[in-house]
């Protein structure tokens, strides 16, 4: 039995439609696997959202190998967040003039202008991030290009996940003022430090990309289950899993359905930069060590622990004794990071 | 380009401002002469590659610290006059080393490229609006790259602004009132039109003054025929004086307008024109006209308590306008402004004079430090921020 996403679809697309509705400029994301929901489905959402008149006529996608999924499902323009450099592939000549290239690199314009004759552009200028982009003063002159031999379709900039301090953001608009540009491509901004912006920057076109925001900010209406698909019973120094492990104390191995290949079990590493969350990390590795880990998946709302590492598609659970004990094909609620997880199932509840 | 910064006499900077549509009249030689209290010289850029030709140019004024007497603030007020459309570094590298060499501890500069315009209409409708505090919370009616790329190449460079936020700092304003008198083509307006972007009021008083007989004349230094001009310069600063305790403002001395019209009319006798109104023989108003090349600037007036409502002001300001137009210039410069537009503000009756010339308010790049010697740069800093 599968590992399974329920969407309360009707409250799902209720919250998208009021998030567009309350961000103008919206430029939704679909990458990766589509936070969860796959490429597909974002696409699809995109274009009703499109259909409904909140002005989002441009789908960010993460790479240039998400671009064909995305385009036959969504009617407007693709903007490539990841910069295009000179091994990028040739675009479908079908979809091209929808496509818009972000140049990170003054080099690499010239280049795509021999590949593509007057592309749609958005030059990415560096932040504190110093992840791609020109300095300013690569940018100007790579400006001058854009606007006389390609389509120039603003700036971007990319904050990290804090936002960018006003100051920076303010400092980075003399470089766009600079290069001419009346739209600015932005992640991460806050509403406030967005409509600040706004009010100075009337003449300034400014686009919010968002992602989880949009497609998962009402955590609500996404339900996560597994399926049981067996329940053994265990006594103390009962032996099992792969590694042949000694129980240390009475209770039930539960199988569930969801293993590695989901990404269960698998950890990003955490944003989390503060000593108490990383003293938190280092006693789950020591409990991680001797095979004992808290686990996703939940039982009458109450964590239950990994009775060993998770396999590929399954994963291994320790039930202490006294627990209700589930049944075979009852379901468990797991919480899982959905950039990182794939879902064998997705039902639409409506 | 490779350039080379040395001092050039006062001839050969003259001539190279002369050859430019507009330089700020505290880039001129002769403003040197008026800052008697700081020593001061004139610096040229060089283009090595030109054959050596004079492409640029600075007054700098070393403004000495206290108990650092080796060491000064090299001042370039509203300069220097250079190419600023490009790349910066090859100008101001050599700048900085030159001063550097030669004592100063820090340079100031205050780019003479605007950054933003804002019509008189929407600074009119801004003061209107409660939730306007600033005329950066308004979208500008024209933006420009070339000054936007200025301020972030000198903020890359590592140069502070020093302007301040709001209201007047000790150095030159970052935002200023201006009358354009030519359109955007750069064929010049007539006055009919000049008149036309002016608020009914304005015109009403100008029209006012007219007909009350208020009487206009011009006086300067190197023109005897345009009567006494000593006695007129008295005249006017007894007016001004006047106004200084009206106004709470510390009047200055007449020797410094004496010493600012015999050095400036020496540089050429059209730089700065002394413009007085007479009621009956009364003096009600007083102003002082300067003008390089293309740019004139209203730059000190004074009005008596009395007599109001002949409206000598409005009278002096149109013929200052008539005479700069007549002149050629483009630009009437009405001077600083604060960028605040909150009615609170004390400085908001001025701003709305200003507004009622119609025109456009001006943000220029603002003024900027690079400290050359950081100790000493902190030391003064810190000075200036608690005296």
Do not use: C
């Not at chain 2, 007054?59 to 007020?77: C, G, I």
């Not at chain 2, 307006?189 to 011009?218: P, Y």
């Amino acid at each position: 039995m599968p590992l399974k996403l329920t969407v309360d679809s009707d409250r799902w697309r209720k919250h998208v439609q009021a998030f567009a509705e309350a961000t103008p400029g919206l430029v939704p994301v679909a990458k990766g696997n589509g936070y969860g929901l796959t490429l597909r489905k974002l696409a699809h959402q995109t274009e009703w959202l499109n259909e409904l008149g909140t002005g989002v006529d441009t789908l960010a996608v993460g790479t240039y190998n998400e671009v064909w999924e995305v385009a036959t499902r969504f009617s407007g323009s693709i903007y490539v967040l990841t910069p295009w450099r000179p091994y990028s592939p040739d675009i479908n000549p079908e979809i091209a003039d929808r496509v818009i290239h972000t140049i990170s690199r003054p080099e690499d314009l010239p280049l795509l202008l021999e590949r593509q004759p007057n592309p749609r552009v958005i030059l990415e200028l560096v932040t504190s991030m110093r992840r791609h982009g020109m300095t300013p003063s690569d940018l100007w002159p790579t400006s001058a290009i854009a606007h006389e031999r390609a389509r120039f379709e603003g700036v971007t900039m990319h904050f990290g996940l804090d936002g960018g301090s006003l100051a920076e953001v303010r400092a980075q608009m003399d470089a766009v003022v600079g290069a001419e540009a009346t739209t600015v491509w932005v992640s991460h901004l806050s509403a406030n430090e967005l409509a600040q912006l706004r009010a100075s920057y009337g003449d300034v076109i400014f686009r919010p990309r968002v992602g989880t925001g949009l497609w998962l900010g009402d955590r609500g209406a996404l339900t996560v289950t597994a399926t049981v698909e067996d329940v053994h019973p265990l006594e103390r120094g009962y032996s099992y899993g792969y590694r042949g492990r000694n129980a240390m104390r009475a209770g039930h191995l539960v199988v569930a359905s969801g293993g590695t290949a989901h990404g269960i079990g698998l950890e990003a590493p955490l944003g989390d930069t503060h000593l108490r969350s990383r003293a938190l990390a280092v006693a789950r590795g020591g409990l991680d060590a001797m095979g004992q880990s808290r686990s996703p998946y939940t039982l009458d709302g109450k964590a239950l622990w990994f009775a060993e590492p998770p396999h590929m598609q399954e994963s291994m659970l320790m039930l202490p004794s006294g627990a209700r004990v589930p049944e075979v094909g009852e379901e468990l609620e797991v919480r899982v990071r959905y950039t990182a997880t794939s879902f064998d199932e997705i039902i639409l509840d409506s | 380009m490779s350039l080379t910064v040395r001092p050039i006499t006062a001839a050969e900077h003259l001539a190279f401002i002369e050859k430019q549509p507009s330089v700020s009249f505290l880039q001129t030689p002769s403003w040197a002469r008026v800052k008697t209290e700081w020593r001061s010289e004139s610096v040229g850029w060089f283009d090595d590659l030109q054959g050596g030709a004079l492409v640029g140019a600075a007054l700098v004024l070393h403004r000495p610290v206290p108990k650092l007497e080796r060491f000064t603030l090299a001042y370039l007020p509203e300069g220097p006059s250079i190419d600023w459309s490009g790349d910066l570094a090859p100008w101001l590298e050599p700048l900085a080393s030159y001063l550097k060499k030669n004592g100063a501890f820090g340079i100031r500069i205050g780019p003479p490229v605007t950054t933003a315009t804002w019509s008189a209409a929407q600074v009119k409708d801004g003061i209107a609006d409660d939730t306007v505090q600033r005329l950066g919370q308004l979208t500008p009616t024209h933006r420009d790259a070339i000054g936007a790329r200025v301020v972030s190449q000198l903020r890359a460079a590592g140069w502070k602004l020093q302007s301040p936020e709001d209201g007047f700092g000790a150095g030159q304003p970052q935002y200023n009132f201006v009358i354009p008198l030519a359109h955007e083509d750069g064929t010049p307006k007539t006055e009919d039109e000049v008149l036309k972007g002016m608020n009914q009021l304005w015109r009403r008083n100008i029209k006012k003054s007219a007909k009350m007989g208020v009487e206009v004349t011009v006086a300067s230094p190197t023109n005897p025929a345009n009567g006494d001009f000593e006695g007129d310069l008295s005249a006017f600063h007894d007016l001004y004086v006047h106004t200084a305790q009206r106004d709470h403002f510390t009047p200055r001395q007449r020797s410094y307008f004496s010493t600012m019209f015999w050095a400036m009319s020496s540089e050429d006798p059209d730089r700065i024109k002394l413009f007085l109104a007479r009621h009956e023989g009364d003096l009600v108003a007083a102003t002082i006209l300067v003008r390089v090349g293309q740019h004139a600037w209203y730059s000190y007036g004074a009005s008596s308590t009395e007599k109001r409502d002949v409206r000598g002001s409005n009278a002096l300001q149109w013929a200052m306008i008539q005479d700069a137009m007549a002149a050629g210039a483009t630009t009437y410069d009405l001077r600083g402004i604060t960028p605040t537009l909150s009615t609170d503000d004390s400085h908001v009756g001025l701003i709305q004079f200003k507004v009622g010339t119609g025109g456009q308010a001006v943000e220029y790049a603002g003024e900027w430090d690079l400290p050359l010697n950081k100790p000493i740069y902190t030391a003064f800093d810190v000075y200036m921020k608690r005296r």
